[in-house]
């Protein structure tokens, strides 16, 4: 399984930005998409993930109400819509590729140990 993850840059607070993670080599159609994000001398966390089909769709709360996930299947690619951006949403963002199994738990879908593949990260920041 490869991914890549594109679409960060530098914005103002309040702007937008679509990160997009493209993904291949699946052998099973049964699989979620996370997003994760890592900020300077900070832990990683979770902020959005997905299943393959699109129909299960979770969010941290840093995120719930601002970003928003979608998947893509006829271009095996994932998107993060962020709106109303903060500076504290400065970070670093990863995709990363999981058994589909992995959002069936609360604390599953935003362990990172349970993800298996990853990303290489996107710069993203948000200046005040």
């Known amino acids: 399984v490869q991914l890549q993850a594109s679409g960060g840059g530098l914005v103002q607070a309040g702007g937008s930005l679509r990160l997009a993670c493209a993904a291949s080599?699946?052998?099973?159609?049964?699989?979620?998409i996370g997003w994760f994000r890592q900020a300077p001398g900070k832990a990683r966390e979770g902020v959005s993930c997905i299943s393959s089909s699109g129909v299960k769709i979770y969010y941290t709360d840093s995120a719930k109400g601002r970003f928003t996930i979608s998947i893509d299947n006829a271009k095996n690619t994932v998107y993060l819509q962020m709106n109303s951006l903060k500076p504290e949403d400065t970070a670093v963002y990863y995709c990363?590729?999981?058994?589909?199994?992995?959002?069936?738990?609360?604390?599953?879908?935003?362990?990172?140990?349970?993800?298996?593949?990853w990303g290489q990260g996107t710069q993203v920041t948000v200046s005040s």
């Open positions: 990363a590729a999981a058994p589909g199994s992995t959002l069936l738990s609360t604390r599953g879908r935003w362990t990172a140990a349970n993800y298996h593949y």
């Open positions: 080599g699946f052998t099973s159609n049964y699989y979620a």
